[in-house]
């Protein structure tokens, strides 16, 4: 028996004994790393336990906790595992943290998801641990020798087919015909009653997924709907790497969300024809879908990643595909529909995207939709309202951030549920800043005697990140804008729309209130934890 095969069974008929015993590691280490100084900590009831718990199951309510504390400074500390993070606060510090800096890492916590996420093998997530040329073009001073770079290697995969305008042009127009065909299920001119967040959790997920990874994935898993929602709730917190004790759903759930991406890769590896250049060079194809896949696969393989890993990584990409965009799509629906005259001025823009071309087709116009103020409003507030996001660095360098030295080793971390509800950037004009309000994204223009309302995002700079910041910042960004856009233009334009009731998700019942954030969620898109009955009928 190994000393690994010891260890699982030991834990397994002794789980009481295993948790006190993890608990006694996580103290005898923390304090060795734990001085007396430093700015205020945020108390827990279990010492060394109850912030890290907080933190997996509900970092809103982590942000809430950690507000209470900062005893009117801007940085307070706790433990997070066996991690002092430090949490600031602030439109200079988060600037600070957003923009990086030689001695502060964003690769700490990817190496994390790496592990929790991604399931990568410990020798392919050596690669990166050992990798230390980061991210950019030109090399870290000093480590110009590495042989193979892979941080930038992955970093240039995402910018090149991902975040480049080509390609997530590409991705948004294969996502319009996939979900212009979704929607095509909806019986023409016949009222019908649905749940607006299982259509998309179901219609929207399919035309995404189709998007990315081809038809093939659902063809070979015929349940990967199922699979996927089982999974997404749990993929953040996968993020942190918990104890498999404290965690065994998010572990199972990954086991099968990575079976069935398994079986798709299989195929894919099997069908495509590597000698077929118009393939090779094509945007999307239906093997592995778009070309971001087909080329991250690729690489990968050739350089001797295990086919876990690879597996791991792509439904790594399958939940930041959906594991956001579709709650955000759910709100910003939700809100239209509990305001008529903003839904009135949306619906407006939309039926402006459409042409048709005299044989009654109708093509979207992406780039003026991407100009449309009302909708780019609604789009900005949603994200600002419903996502939990945490930038996280890693102390390569001791720093001194509010006047405390922050030791090498330490995390600092930014949450966006501080920045994004602060009421001295966001409250204005009798709209505080936890109201839904898309008058705080609008301007009024005049232009030839003429005034308008212009789309504005001043004042953002360290008070908004849904997606992030720096080099780490959110490579799927620009095709959630226009996936999220498009959603909304095609169920304004097509739909006559009428809400009937806010109904429980479990069983549809009637709800006696309105949705919130399911903070239990994880992040960074938190959803809402009811769902919006709505009658509606197919208009072309
Ligand atoms: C509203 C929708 C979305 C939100 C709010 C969002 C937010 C984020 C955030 C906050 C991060 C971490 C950034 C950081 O560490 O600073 C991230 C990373 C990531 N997102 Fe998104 N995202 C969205 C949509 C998408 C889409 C549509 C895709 C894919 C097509 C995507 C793919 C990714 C990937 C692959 C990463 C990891 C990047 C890395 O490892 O460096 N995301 N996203």
Not at 78 to 93: A, D, E, P, S
Not at 268 to 273: K, Q, V
Not at 453 to 464: I, K, P, Q, T, V
Request: proline share 6%; net charge neutral.
């Amino acid at each position: 028996m190994t000393l690994a095969q010891a260890v699982q069974e030991f834990i397994t008929q002794n789980p009481l004994a295993s948790i006190l015993a993890f608990v006694g590691l996580v103290v005898s280490i923390t304090f060795l790393q734990w001085g007396s100084d430093g700015p205020p900590s945020i108390p827990e009831k279990i010492p060394f336990v109850s912030n890290t718990y907080l933190v997996l199951t509900n970092l809103q309510e982590m942000a809430r906790k950690a507000a209470k504390y900062f005893q009117g400074g801007k940085i307070v500390k706790y433990h997070l595992l066996n991690k002092t993070v430090y949490v600031v606060r602030g439109q200079q510090n988060m600037q600070q943290l957003l923009r990086g800096s030689p001695d502060l890492g964003s690769e700490g916590f990817i190496l994390d998801v790496m592990k929790g996420l991604f399931a990568m093998t410990p020798s392919d997530h050596a690669k990166f641990v050992n990798d230390k040329s980061g991210r950019l073009k030109t090399p870290n001073p000093g480590t110009e020798a590495t042989p193979v770079r892979y941080w930038a290697a992955i970093h240039y995969l995402y910018y090149d087919y991902l975040t480049a305008p080509h390609f997530a042009s590409a991705l948004a127009t294969k996502f319009n015909v996939n979900f212009s065909a979704q929607l095509e299920t909806q019986p023409l001119g016949e009222w019908t009653t649905v749940r607006i967040q299982k259509f998309v959790h179901t219609h929207l997920f399919h035309a995404a997924v189709v998007s990315l990874c081809g038809p093939r994935i659902f063809e070979l898993n015929p349940d990967f709907t199922e699979v996927y929602w089982e999974f997404d709730p749990y993929a953040m917190m996968l993020c942190y790497v918990p104890p498999r004790w404290m965690a065994r759903k998010a572990y199972q759930t990954r086991a099968r969300g990575m079976a069935a991406v398994e079986r798709w890769l299989d195929a894919a590896w099997e069908r495509f024809d590597w000698d077929d250049k118009e393939a090779v060079e094509a945007d999307w194809e239906p093997c592995f879908g778009a070309r971001f896949n087909r080329e991250t696969c690729r690489w990968m393989k050739d350089h001797g990643f295990d086919k876990q890993s690879i597996t791991g990584f792509i439904l790594g990409v399958i939940f930041g595909l959906n594991g956001n965009s579709i709650p955000m799509v759910t709100w910003s629906l939700m809100h239209l529909l509990q305001d008529p005259e903003l839904l009135a001025a949306a619906r407006e823009e939309a039926v402006q995207v459409y042409s048709t071309d005299g044989n009654g087709s109708r093509d979207i116009d992406i780039v003026k939709l991407g100009k449309m103020p009302i909708l780019q409003a609604v789009f900005a507030e949603t994200l600002r309202l419903h996502t939990e996001v945490t930038i996280a660095r890693e102390v390569w360098n001791p720093v001194v951030v509010e006047g405390y030295k922050i030791p090498k080793g330490a995390f600092i971390h930014g949450y966006a549920g501080l920045a994004h509800y602060d009421e001295e950037v966001w409250g204005k004009d009798g709209h505080p800043a936890d109201e839904f309000w898309a008058g705080r994204h609008l301007v009024e223009v005049e232009k030839d005697g003429k005034k308008r309302l212009e789309f504005s995002s001043a004042d953002r700079a360290g008070n908004y990140f849904p997606f992030g910041g720096g080099t780490g910042m959110c490579p799927g960004r620009h095709f959630a804008k226009q996936e999220i856009l498009q959603t909304m233009a095609s169920i304004l334009s097509r739909f006559d729309v009428k809400f009937v009731e806010w109904v429980n998700l479990k069983d549809g019942t009637k709800s006696d209130r309105g949705p919130l954030n399911d903070e239990y969620y994880g992040a960074p898109s938190m959803p809402p934890d009811r769902d919006a009955k709505v009658q509606w009928k197919r208009l072309w």
